[in-house]
């Protein structure tokens, strides 16, 4: 049996470990890669790793409960809703996200699918690839100069979505209940509360992270009170808009139209899953997309590399750059 610490890396979809490995070998780690898809896939592995890295399989409670050398768990992405954070505090466990390593792409993705929904694109190309070449297929499209956008969690990529939309002309009202109005107004939007965003946005872009104030943060009574004709574009968790409430919305005609980057079941982290499984799918007025929005190769490569280099801080004894929880465990 090897002496090295042990760095399990959940899943991944990048097709090898290879970065991380190169990473982790200079550290004097060994690394051991899995596709689990659930916690009882990491049982066997949770009691000796000392650090894992997960992608899109969830670390709860469960499986850090059986860990006794493990020091860093390290997700390669933003959010840490698939790591029990309060767990790992508990048992003195760091945890690190990656942080500012796709901003450029989130935004530009978001802002591809508002104009792709707001021109009417799909509708046009599909028309056209059946024979049907008539500007009257694409029918309304409103002029976008003088409307307004509604931004939900105004952070990093939020702020750069409204530099982007800025140059459509359109208004820029956010909300976010973390930034103060003068934080906010220096980008050149204005802050307002939630239910000033429903009422007055055209079109809303939703960053918001997934927690459980934001689980939900749309549905019916939300998607109600918007204006008719609305379009909504979710570049941010899945489950912070209530799938089977946008159904209704968008076949009612409450919504226009809807971008998501991954729907709420979000299928990435399902051992099993088919688009039958939401009836989203289904209509004609609907963009979904993989979860992709964060993706650029030199996106991934930063996720890699920076996820596995704070494992390796951390196994070095030196300290990471974007600890999650350090101050609660200092605290304890």
Same mark, same amino acid.
């Given at each position: 049996?090897?002496?090295?610490?042990?760095?399990?890396?959940?899943?991944?979809?990048?097709?090898? +470990? /290879?970065? !991380?490995? @190169?990473?982790? =070998?200079?550290?004097?780690?060994?690394? $051991?890669?899995?596709?689990?898809?659930? %916690?009882?896939?990491?049982?066997?592995?949770?009691?000796?790793?000392?650090?894992?890295?997960?992608?899109?399989?969830?670390?709860?409670?469960?499986?850090?409960?059986?860990?006794?050398?493990?020091?860093?768990?390290?997700?390669?992405?933003?959010?840490?809703?698939? +790591? /029990?954070? !309060?767990? @790992?505090?508990? =048992?003195?466990?760091?945890?690190?996200? $990656?942080?500012?390593?796709?901003?450029? %792409?989130?935004?530009?993705?978001?802002?591809?699918?508002?104009?792709?929904?707001?021109?009417?694109?799909?509708?046009?190309?599909?028309?056209?690839?059946?024979?049907?070449?008539?500007?009257?297929?694409?029918?309304?499209?409103?002029?976008?100069?003088?409307?307004?956008?509604?931004?939900?969690?105004?952070?990093?990529?939020?702020?750069?979505?409204?530099?982007?939309?800025?140059?459509?002309?359109? %208004?820029?009202?956010?909300?976010?209940?973390?930034?103060?109005?003068?934080?906010?107004?220096?980008?050149?939007?204005?802050?307002?509360?939630?239910?000033?965003?429903?009422?007055?946005?055209?079109?809303?872009?939703?960053?918001?992270?997934?927690?459980?104030?934001?689980?939900?943060?749309?549905?019916?009574?939300?998607?109600?009170?918007?204006?008719?004709?609305?379009?909504?574009?979710?570049?941010?968790?899945?489950?912070?808009?209530?799938?089977?409430?946008?159904?209704?919305?968008?076949?009612?005609?409450?919504?226009?139209?809807?971008?998501?980057?991954?729907?709420?079941?979000?299928?990435?982290?399902?051992?099993?899953?088919?688009?039958?499984?939401?009836?989203?799918?289904?209509?004609?007025?609907?963009?979904?997309?993989?979860?992709?929005?964060?993706?650029?190769?030199?996106?991934?490569?930063?996720?890699?590399?920076?996820?596995?280099?704070?494992?390796?801080?951390?196994?070095?004894?030196?300290?990471?750059?974007?600890?999650?929880?350090?101050?609660?465990?200092?605290?304890?």
């Amino acid at each position: 049996m090897s002496n090295k610490p042990k760095v399990v890396i959940t899943d991944f979809d990048y097709g090898d +470990v /290879d970065i !991380e490995t @190169a990473i982790l =070998r200079d550290a004097g780690a060994e690394v $051991v890669a899995l596709q689990a898809k659930s %916690e009882t896939d990491l049982a066997m592995h949770a009691a000796d790793c000392a650090a894992m890295m997960n992608q899109y399989a969830r670390i709860g409670r469960t499986t850090i409960e059986r860990m006794t050398q493990c020091r860093v768990i390290a997700r390669y992405g933003v959010g840490v809703d698939i +790591v /029990d954070v !309060e767990a @790992a505090t508990e =048992r003195g466990i760091l945890v690190t996200n $990656v942080r500012d390593y796709c901003t450029e %792409e989130v935004a530009d993705h978001a802002i591809a699918l508002w104009m792709a929904l707001a021109r009417r694109l799909f509708d046009y190309d599909r028309a056209t690839h059946q024979g049907i070449w008539q500007w009257q297929s694409g029918k309304p499209i409103n002029r976008l100069r003088g409307r307004t956008m509604g931004i939900v969690s105004f952070g990093k990529i939020g702020q750069a979505i409204a530099e982007r939309a800025r140059a459509f002309g359109v %208004e820029i009202i956010a909300f976010d209940p973390f930034l103060p109005a003068d934080v906010v107004a220096r980008h050149g939007a204005e802050l307002v509360d939630k239910a000033g965003l429903l009422a007055r946005s055209d079109y809303i872009l939703m960053q918001a992270p997934m927690n459980p104030d934001t689980r939900h943060f749309l549905s019916d009574a939300e998607f109600a009170a918007m204006k008719p004709g609305a379009i909504l574009v979710n570049t941010g968790r899945g489950p912070t808009v209530d799938n089977k409430a946008l159904y209704r919305a968008l076949t009612t005609g409450t919504l226009a139209g809807a971008g998501l980057d991954d729907p709420e079941e979000e299928p990435a982290k399902r051992s099993h899953w088919s688009p039958a499984d939401n009836p989203i799918f289904t209509l004609p007025n609907v963009v979904v997309t993989p979860h992709a929005a964060y993706y650029s190769e030199e996106s991934i490569r930063a996720a890699r590399e920076n996820a596995a280099s704070e494992v390796a801080r951390v196994l070095t004894g030196q300290p990471p750059k974007f600890p999650v929880n350090a101050d609660a465990l200092a605290s304890a």
